[in-house]
């Protein structure tokens, strides 16, 4: 279709805007994407499968926000089929596939098969059930899922309702559904895809091993591994009822499910038996194993979740930043000429103070990112040889970080997104499957408001062990921060952050580090000394898990400038971003490093202009190469406005005038008339059917 | 379809725990119902209307988040003629209109034709125009749009690049794009219904009007009343490309549309020229009136957005408070026995936090909204007389309302979703579509940041007329307590808002206004002294809007407490509310009530506990019924977390189980195969052809 629309241009070259922001900035981008992207070949691999996708009809995004959801689930569940053939073809590793869900952006209706299902088989399987299943799952004849949560109970797993009673006489499991609310529920895979499932419930064995007992002893939960659907019809077993959950914020392709079960037999060998066991003889039951093994996994998916929202967050900035560069609006008041021309949206302070200390905060997430990945390796090697003693730090501070990274990067997506107007709101800002699908995330393995307890938890043990133990040798950085903290309390003066604009990197880390402590001492006395009920301190410990978490951010940013391996240029504006992420998060929240006595009032009192000045000299000239350099595929951002070329209006236009499919319908819009669609068979009839 | 999942129930007894909650409280609640939902009528018509509505197929929500969003046009295009068949047959007014496009709860694509199109007629046509127009309007035989926002230009108005050419020889002007970014985008009702449009565009008229003068007079913006669309084809007229722009995060059932023209003809009196004109024969431009009569209709429109953030936010509230007190998670890990049953997730603190402020904050808006009502027609009727006195003020609180009140509702619905945990994720929160239509509020009718300059200006030069007439007798409360603050500033001690638990509310008021004074003082100092930049400033004058708008919300709440006509147990709830919202809002910023010298400090430090005690002991035991107040009808929340009978999870299951289509098809889930749909016609194929 041509028409005088092919020979208009924008009235500015979004091109050559994007292209004079790079030319102005000495980044050297390319050193740093292989700083911040070179593990597991995470750059080429990126790379290689952007490749392969993109030339794919089937991973074409243009159309996705014109489907209805589900229509969505048929879409991921060919894609997810389609990239176990490509992976066949191109001999991808388990690398390679993770990265093509990645770039495909959407949850795959396989994702619980391979994560969940087969890692759980992998930890609480005996080496028999092993030998049974692995080939199975490894040759995708069985699609798995994870049945844990439920209608009535997520977060208090102890709380589920779904029962295991043991028959004596048949030697088999009876799981049932005594209520609704013993639905299992949110399982993903489960609602239309999966044949099995790792099926949580409360094991309830007959008092004696009797067959006509009416007791039962209660032994909590457990886990059996359970065919659901016939392997022909594909239809649920009988005793079973599943389905998908319906429409959700996100997860449009992903078929979360529900699922009940009407004393459902399963054999004693169905139960996963590393750890448990039933004798089906007896009817004994025994555990063993440290019982640290069975949170490992929640462990390690936390930590992912820390790794990642870097790339989300960057995904978000990336957008925002050449959007607001290229996009001009009123000029500035006190120009000297009249007519002065109209500004870079970007160049207004109100809107860098939205979009650049979030640039600021993807760094920072990186290299806790980093931190994380780390301590989670050294912890497991540790737990393999038989030491647990990280295991306390390593839940810690996954569960802190976990709410406070997935914080940072559920908010800084809509900050983003209200950061650039009217375009924002709309399909082309690339941002809404994100945003939707990354809304879960503050949820999701652990509520980011309730699993902050669990840091408030170790922290109050680590000081109580602290007060109890002051001269003995510190165990760890955590302890020796309190020691110093017990020892020097008494004669602190608060540290100078800033002074007439020099700002001292080492004292924004002290400053983090003390207010860490005091407010933990705070905690140690209110619970401990004071003995005052646990949940009317829950608000305090929530603040003081960011508290401490932020803390960790600012520590592993200065860490990393420390040993630092980038050039001069790049390390510079590396030490500029440290310094805005640190003070804006001071800025959030000044009086508590004034009450905590980490800060000097003059230093506050500067905050605010010291925020200001690095944004508009030391990053706004950067900030398009420093988005650059996440390195984000234009396959991957789908965004008009986030496109690496600068042709914002070119694809916003395209996008609404020739990928429409709305476009092409011609509508009766005559009130008197109960007809929609203009001369078309039924006049649209069947889409008001549907209702 | 039965099968045994109709034999279960839930755990436990949502109705039983809401009656409960409901006993427990002694808010007599259909007295504050009237309270604040008696202006027009609005319960009674909200009764009415919703039993019209629930009774019509076409009005069933259920399978919304089924469709795409191209059937979602289809859908509210058959609703919006439906609204106005029903109406014909029940005898509607405007008011029952508009309550039915509010429980319909979707934007109308009818809906710029009886606003924006309709009201620029009324204020902008000539009589001789209005003659013409206003019969077809009423009628509905033309549908309107109104065309001014473009692709490239929104905020600023002045940059619009769509021209029109007097031509004197034809005399006729000539709408042109000369660019891409010219296109008109975004507005409503234009994409596939109007047959009309306002257009708004840059006036060029010939230098000397002469035929062959290539130097043209720039007039500004003026405004056309343009046919866009052939009566009987309903196609585009010749010279305009039309359409939609597709999908957006929110506003699924309008058509939000695009136009270029190609110099595109339009008579001489398609310019509406009550205020402008241009005289055919001799082209000469006159403009007459005050020009403040030109943005009366952007106040109006921002009025009514404050006005109606109440409902907003209360029903985002409305459902979270009635889930979390039926959730249970956890017991109390100070129990005194061992197995103590599990507690409503709202006996958190932390759950309180979030969602009982809000709450508070929903009482807040409405009086708010009230005054701002006042407000508003006081300085109509002022207009009306020719007195334009009053248009500074309510164009500065329209301004910085629509930003504070529109921020809280918008950042609300996404906190009370979190609060909700799993389940606020799922499509059962009744969230979704509120969540991302409202989402556009933020942005729409001037950026919520952008807007704030206004404010600040205003205060500015009030607090510049101040000090320059100190002794002049106050012309307003804004003048009053700027010369208040420049006479006492010298002798001023911070008051005692908190101690030791007593709270005053009059001191609370006084912390506010005094706040808000000296933030305008050092703004007024910066820019008017000083001399600063003023995109320098752009941050702090953001920041002083909102916090002159909070003023404004403690100083209206306030003042409606001092003249309740509520009874006493009521207006007692009423005034925990009042010191709920003023306290955590200064909780949310408290350094700057200590160096502004609004509060001591050892208030501030008994604010947190203040909070707490706040929400746990005076509000907590009314919430439900605080909520109930608020008089959301179920066919309106459309949530089975927020359902007035606390039948929850019988909702969520009956959703997924009896109304999922996803759950109607079984699916090929061999990877090997690239059939998606097990043995239907063409295995699904033709869904995946869409892309």
Redesign the interface.
């Known amino acids: 279709m041509r ?3 092919d020979t ?5 070259d979004g091109t050559a805007i994007l292209e004079a922001e790079r030319a102005r900035s000495n980044i050297l981008v390319d050193e740093l994407s292989k700083h911040l992207l070179s593990r597991n070949d995470f750059l080429e691999r990126q790379k290689r499968i952007t490749a392969i996708l993109e030339k794919e ?2 991973f ?1 995004k ?10 969505r ?3 991921g ?2 894609r ?3 990239q ?2 490509l992976g066949r073809e191109h001999g991808w590793d388990e690398e390679d596939y993770k990265m093509a869900e990645y770039l495909t952006d959407e949850m795959s209706p ?1 994702h619980l098969h391979y994560t969940m299902f087969a890692n759980t088989i992998k930890e609480q399987a005996s080496d028999d059930q092993k030998k049974t299943w692995m080939p199975l799952i490894d040759s ?1 004849k069985i ?1 798995g899922a994870y049945a844990q ?1 439920e ?6 797993v102890r ?1 589920l ?1 779904c029962e295991a009673r043991w028959d004596p006489k048949a030697k088999e499991f009876i799981i049932h ?7 299992k ?2 399982n993903g895979t489960m ?3 999966a ?1 099995h499932a790792i099926v949580v419930a409360q094991l309830l064995i007959p008092k004696d091993n009797s067959p006509t007992a009416t007791e039962f002893v209660h032994h909590g939960n457990v886990s059996f591994v359970v065919q659901i659907r016939d392997e022909k ?3 649920p077993l009988p005793g079973i ?1 599943i ?8 997860y449009t392709s992903m ?1 979360n499910g ?1 699922m ?1 079960f ?1 004393h459902f037999r399963v054999p004693h060998d169905a139960m996963l038996s590393r750890y448990v066991k039933v004798n089906p003889n007896t009817g004994e039951f025994t555990r063993k194993g440290h019982p640290a093994t069975l949170y490992g996994s929640l462990t390690f998916v936390r930590a992912n979740i820390v790794q990642h929202s870097r790339l989300v967050l960057a995904r978000a900035v990336t957008i925002a930043v050449r959007y607001t560069s290229i996009r ?3 000029s ?3 120009a000297a000429t009249k007519n002065a021309s ?1 500004l870079p949206v970007l ?5 860098q ?2 979009i650049l200390p979030l640039l600021a905060t993807t760094f920072a997430l990186h290299y806790t990112g980093e931190a994380m990945y780390n301590l989670y390796y050294r912890s497991r090697a540790a737990i393999e040889k038989g030491d647990f003693s990280s295991i306390a730090e390593l839940h810690s501070t996954s569960s802190g970080l976990k709410s406070l990274c997935t914080t940072y990067a559920a908010n800084g997506i ?1 900050t983003c ?3 650039m ?2 375009h ?5 800002s690339g941002l ?1 499957g994100i ?1 939707n699908d990354y ?2 995330k ?3 393995e652990g ?4 699993i902050t307890q669990q840091v408030a938890s170790y922290l109050i043990k680590k000081m109580e062990a602290a007060v109890n133990t002051p001269s003995a040798p510190a165990t760890d950085k955590t302890d020796e921060l309190f020691k110093m903290y017990l020892s020097t309390r008494d004669n602190r003066t608060p540290v100078c952050v800033l002074s007439q604009g020099s700002i001292s990197n080492e004292a924004i880390m002290e400053a983090f580090r003390w207010r860490a402590a005091v407010l933990s001492y705070q905690a140690y006395q209110d619970r401990v000394v004071k003995k005052r ?4 301190l ?3 410990l ?1 603040k003081l898990s960011n508290v401490y978490s932020q803390k960790l951010l600012v520590e592993n940013f200065y860490d990393a400038l420390q040993s630092s391996p980038l050039s001069d240029t790049n390390a510079a504006v590396m030490n500029d971003l440290y310094r805005l992420y640190a003070l804006h998060t001071m800025d959030e929240d ?2 508590s490093f ?2 905590t006595g980490a800060v000097t009032s003059s230093s ?2 500067e905050l ?1 202009d010291a925020v ?1 000045l690095l944004m508009t000299e030391k990053i706004r000239p950067h900030a398009v190469k420093l988005v650059d350099a996440w390195a984000m595929p234009d396959y991957l951002l789908d965004s008009a406005l986030g496109r690496s070329d600068g042709k914002v ?2 694809d ?2 395209d ?3 020739r ?5 092409k ?10 007809e ?3 001369g078309s068979g039924d006049g ?1 009839r069947h ?2 059917a ?2």
Request: hydrophobic residues 35%.
């Open positions: 028409d005088f629309s208009l241009k924008p009235s500015s009809p089937l074409r243009g159309q996705q926000l014109n489907l209805s959801r589900p229509e689930y048929h879409l569940l060919a997810a089929k389609a176990r053939r396989f995708w699609l949560t209608l009535g109970h997520g977060s208090n709380g309702e559904s005594p209520y609704l609310t013993a639905s529920w949110w609602g239309r895809t044949t019809t594909h239809q009822i389905g998908d959950i319906g429409p959700k914020y996100g078929d529900y009940l009407d001009r609006q009123f500035d008041r006190d109209e160049d207004y302070p109100t809107v103070i939205r809509e997104r209200r950061a107007g009217g924002g709101f709309g399909g082309g809404i945003n809304l879960s503050p949820t999701v509520d980011n408001w309730m009920k646990w949940n009317s829950l608000i305090k929530h000044p009086l004034i009450t506050i009192e605010e200001l209006y070119e916003l236009w996008r609404a005038h990928q429409n499919p709305l476009n319908v011609t509508f009766n819009v005559d009130w008197e008339s109960d929609i669609v203009k649209g889409i008001l549907k209702l």
